[in-house]
């Protein structure tokens, strides 16, 4: 290295030499022995935003410039070029597997693409990641959690979306809950072909004796399945039970008391009816409004209109994730299901949107039925006609008559095979549920709900058809009870039978709406009724509501033996036309015959069950909704409001000249 002559004295030129030697000879012991630390110490986005693969480079690279052992077998970057095309061969291979997958998508069946969405979205679950703003997202719709403090802000429209309300607002207990929950579901998803029925098995109501008797060889006739199917489902749920058995309840999952409803889209109107009538019997109790898409999302009503009700939307696609959610391509039972398993309450009453309460149901939970089962169930008019093929897929064994509800009360239990099903050990007891309402505390029965949302999820390919055969109301009402007996599990089956209102009209008479009774007085009266029973010496296991003239004379002697109460209505379940003001005015429901019509029947005659005038209720409501809600659903806002507010004020003019309540014509103040 030459100095320039004139840069200094020479003692000067030596100083600098030795500087500049010391200064070179400090970088290369650093740099020789200190490599690896100094990336280290540093860290900024660029680096964190590395991939693996480029990672794995980088030290590639590194290793070749420092390591004698990788020089012997070849310069660094031979080994750089070398290892990026292994790469590429991963890749390439990668890439072909993907075209192949994608190709086999679109040949497999919907519940094939539904378990790799699933999988995707457990995946997601592990590792979380830093959420995104988007139009869906949870804190642009203001859907919130019990638990949570703040709103959460993930992209509604990814696979991952389901960090929102699951991966951000919740705990790690959370997200193992939700992530083993699919993966029991998943790992126990049966293979075989989906059932069939030979023919539909015969609906009789609960008070008629069927002819001929639902014995297992003639409930046996019905459904088509092969030993290859039998075997599979068998196998599968012999599995689910071990791996419900080994699940433990999620602690910081749900939490408090709560109303669930589902309803959202064309049944929002419907819905806010029933949750307006619901805050006019007095009930407190939060409500958790569970739509299925975030396309259901009412900005307006979720973020305005609800809080004023103490209710709230939750999105069921969010939750479970959009890619999961959409490909499990859900009909409407299952989603009532699956919006219960989601809600974040632990004590939920469950209500369908077109379900009125007529009194307060907030005492549902601390009832005496609830708190000894912790599972309140509604009975509907038919008679179980389960396939026997049921009880050995879920590993029951059917053992010897121990009811009566398929005997006539003055006769004995015939032998096992001529017996009715349901009245044999170890099966259903007889009389289907009706799932507009329940009650249930998941932490007491969190195995036989996990069991009834595998019923559902795989419904319409197996297990409706084993619990109902093509009977009348087939869906997802008597999975809750299959589950609890699966699981073995308490609970309390309401006893008054339910009722029908209706209108008359030139073709006859029309029945509109089921009636439920409140369960606190149905417990304290058929346990009165059972305890004069046994008293008197009468078998307590009669069947007392068996259209027979033997029970019709028994029911008289207890009424007025054990001196209670009937049990009141609680509930009334609409089934058509629900009370939606739009619906209504589209389908001209007001009226038939050419006069005005009340779809529950003439007062006079229904006045002893129903003292107050509900309908006139429920129809104000709709007014309200129709001509005094600053708030309204998207869907009413594109047609003539005007229009549909005077039809309804016609018609709640005419109910009011025509009711004996007429003070049921006027609503609470609650500031919307």
């Given at each position: 290295?030459?100095?320039?002559?004139?840069?200094?004295?020479?003692?000067?030129?030596?100083?600098?030499?030795?500087?500049?030697?010391?200064?070179?000879?400090?970088?290369?012991?650093?740099?020789?022995?200190?490599?690896?630390r100094?990336?280290?110490?540093?860290?900024?986005?660029?680096s964190?935003?590395?991939?693996?693969?480029?990672?794995?480079?980088?030290?590639?690279?590194?290793?070749?410039?420092?390591?004698?052992?990788?020089?012997?077998?070849?310069s660094w970057?031979?080994?750089?070029?070398s290892?990026?095309?292994?790469?590429?061969?991963?890749?390439?291979a990668e890439?072909?597997?993907?075209?192949?997958?994608?190709?086999?998508e679109?040949?497999?069946d919907?519940e094939?693409k539904?378990?790799?969405a699933?999988?995707?979205?457990?995946?997601?679950?592990?590792e979380?990641?830093?959420?995104?703003?988007?139009?869906?997202?949870?804190?642009?719709t203001?859907?919130?959690?019990?638990?949570?403090?703040?709103?959460s802000?993930?992209?509604?429209?990814?696979?991952?979306?389901?960090k929102?309300l699951?991966g951000?607002?919740?705990?790690?207990?959370?997200?193992?809950?939700?992530?083993?929950?699919?993966?029991?579901?998943?790992?126990?998803?049966p293979e075989?072909?989906?059932?069939?029925?030979?023919?539909?098995?015969?609906s009789?109501?609960?008070?008629?004796?069927?002819n001929?008797?639902?014995?297992?060889?003639?409930l046996?006739?019905?459904?088509?399945?092969?030993?290859?199917?039998?075997?599979?489902?068998?196998a599968?749920?012999?599995?689910?039970?071990?791996?419900?058995?080994?699940?433990e309840?999620?602690?910081?999952?749900f939490?408090?008391?709560?109303?669930?409803?589902?309803?959202?889209?064309?049944?929002l109107?419907?819905?806010?009816?029933?949750?307006r009538?619901?805050?006019?019997?007095?009930?407190?109790?939060?409500?958790?409004?569970?739509?299925?898409?975030t396309?259901?999302?009412?900005?307006?009503?979720?973020?305005?209109?609800?809080?004023?009700?103490?209710?709230?939307?939750?999105?069921?696609?969010?939750?479970?994730?959009?890619?999961t959610?959409?490909?499990?391509n859900?009909?409407?039972?299952?989603?009532?299901?699956?919006?219960?398993?989601?809600?974040?309450?632990?004590?939920?009453?469950?209500?369908?949107?077109?379900?009125?309460?007529?009194?307060?149901?907030?005492?549902?939970?601390?009832?005496?039925?609830?708190?000894?089962?912790g599972?309140?169930?509604?009975?509907?008019?038919?008679?179980?006609?389960?396939?026997?093929?049921?009880?050995?897929?879920?590993?029951?064994?059917?053992?010897?008559?121990?009811?009566?509800?398929?005997?006539?009360?003055?006769?004995?239990?015939?032998?096992?095979?001529?017996?009715?099903?349901?009245?044999?050990?170890?099966?259903i007891?007889?009389?289907t549920?009706?799932?507009?309402?329940?009650?249930?505390?998941?932490?007491?029965?969190?195995?036989?709900?996990?069991?009834?949302?595998?019923?559902?999820?795989?419904?319409?390919?197996?297990?409706?058809?084993?619990?109902?055969?093509?009977a009348?109301?087939?869906?997802?009402?008597?999975?809750?009870i299959?589950?609890?007996?699966v699981?073995?599990?308490?609970?309390?089956?309401v006893?008054?039978?339910?009722l029908?209102?209706?209108?008359?009209?030139?073709?006859?008479w029309q029945?509109?709406?089921?009636?439920?009774?409140?369960?606190?007085?149905?417990?304290?009266?058929?346990?009165?009724?059972?305890?004069?029973?046994?008293?008197?010496?009468i078998d307590?296991r009669?069947?007392?509501?068996?259209n027979?003239?033997?029970?019709?004379?028994?029911?008289?002697?207890?009424?007025?033996?054990i001196?209670?109460?009937?049990?009141?209505?609680?509930?009334?379940?609409?089934?058509?036309?629900?009370?939606n003001?739009?619906?209504?005015?589209?389908?001209?429901?007001?009226?038939?015959?050419?006069?005005?019509?009340?779809q529950?029947?003439?007062?006079?005659?229904?006045?002893?069950?129903?003292?107050?005038?509900?309908?006139?209720?429920?129809?104000?409501?709709?007014?309200w909704?129709?001509c005094?809600?600053?708030i309204i659903?998207?869907d009413?806002?594109?047609?003539?409001?005007?229009e549909i507010?005077n039809r309804?004020?016609?018609h709640?003019?005419?109910?009011?000249?025509?009711?004996?309540?007429?003070?049921?014509?006027?609503?609470?103040?609650?500031?919307?």
């Amino acid at each position: 290295m030459a100095i320039p002559g004139g840069f200094g004295s020479v003692s000067l030129r030596k100083n600098v030499l030795k500087i500049l030697l010391l200064v070179l000879l400090f970088h290369i012991i650093t740099g020789y022995f200190l490599p690896s630390r100094v990336p280290a110490q540093r860290s900024t986005p660029e680096s964190e935003d590395k991939t693996a693969a480029e990672v794995e480079l980088e030290r590639v690279l590194n290793s070749g410039s420092t390591s004698d052992e990788n020089a012997a077998s070849g310069s660094w970057s031979d080994r750089a070029l070398s290892w990026i095309s292994s790469q590429q061969a991963v890749k390439d291979a990668e890439d072909a597997d993907n075209d192949a997958a994608r190709q086999a998508e679109a040949e497999e069946d919907p519940e094939k693409k539904l378990a790799e969405a699933q999988k995707a979205a457990a995946a997601d679950l592990d590792e979380p990641e830093a959420p995104k703003k988007s139009k869906g997202t949870a804190k642009d719709t203001g859907v919130k959690l019990s638990n949570a403090d703040k709103e959460s802000t993930s992209d509604s429209t990814s696979s991952s979306n389901s960090k929102s309300l699951v991966g951000e607002s919740k705990t790690a207990g959370d997200k193992s809950f939700f992530r083993k929950a699919v993966d029991i579901f998943l790992k126990n998803k049966p293979e075989c072909e989906k059932l069939e029925l030979n023919d539909k098995a015969p609906s009789y109501y609960y008070i008629d004796l069927p002819n001929p008797t639902f014995t297992i060889d003639f409930l046996s006739t019905f459904l088509k399945i092969d030993d290859v199917q039998l075997k599979d489902l068998k196998a599968k749920h012999d599995q689910l039970k071990l791996d419900i058995n080994d699940f433990e309840y999620p602690r910081d999952t749900f939490s408090g008391k709560g109303v669930v409803m589902i309803g959202g889209g064309a049944f929002l109107g419907t819905a806010l009816t029933a949750i307006r009538a619901l805050r006019e019997t007095g009930s407190e109790l939060p409500l958790q409004l569970m739509l299925t898409t975030t396309d259901e999302y009412d900005e307006d009503v979720c973020e305005k209109l609800l809080p004023k009700m103490n209710a709230k939307c939750m999105i069921m696609e969010e939750i479970v994730g959009s890619e999961t959610f959409r490909g499990m391509n859900l009909q409407k039972y299952e989603l009532k299901v699956l919006g219960l398993f989601l809600s974040t309450f632990e004590e939920v009453l469950l209500l369908d949107a077109d379900n009125l309460a007529v009194k307060n149901p907030d005492y549902i939970l601390d009832s005496k039925p609830y708190k000894e089962f912790g599972y309140v169930i509604w009975p509907d008019f038919w008679r179980q006609t389960i396939s026997p093929k049921f009880y050995d897929i879920a590993g029951i064994n059917i053992g010897e008559p121990v009811r009566k509800d398929g005997v006539p009360p003055e006769e004995k239990n015939p032998a096992r095979s001529e017996s009715q099903l349901s009245d044999l050990d170890g099966t259903i007891p007889d009389s289907t549920c009706e799932a507009g309402q329940l009650a249930i505390n998941k932490k007491l029965h969190h195995k036989s709900l996990m069991a009834t949302v595998y019923y559902n999820l795989f419904g319409f390919k197996y297990y409706y058809w084993l619990l109902g055969q093509g009977a009348v109301g087939i869906g997802d009402k008597d999975t809750f009870i299959a589950g609890l007996t699966v699981f073995r599990e308490p609970y309390y089956f309401v006893k008054q039978r339910p009722l029908l209102f209706g209108y008359d009209h030139a073709g006859g008479w029309q029945d509109t709406t089921m009636v439920q009774y409140d369960p606190e007085q149905d417990y304290e009266y058929y346990t009165a009724a059972r305890d004069y029973l046994m008293q008197k010496g009468i078998d307590s296991r009669v069947n007392l509501f068996l259209n027979w003239e033997y029970t019709n004379s028994l029911r008289d002697e207890i009424h007025k033996s054990i001196q209670k109460t009937k049990p009141e209505v609680q509930f009334l379940h609409i089934h058509s036309p629900k009370f939606n003001a739009l619906k209504n005015y589209q389908g001209n429901d007001y009226e038939i015959d050419g006069h005005e019509r009340r779809q529950f029947g003439d007062r006079e005659k229904i006045k002893d069950a129903l003292p107050l005038d509900w309908e006139l209720k429920a129809s104000r409501i709709s007014q309200w909704l129709a001509c005094d809600a600053e708030i309204i659903p998207k869907d009413w806002k594109e047609v003539d409001r005007s229009e549909i507010c005077n039809r309804i004020k016609k018609h709640v003019e005419w109910l009011i000249q025509t009711s004996d309540s007429p003070e049921m014509a006027e609503l609470k103040d609650i500031g919307v």
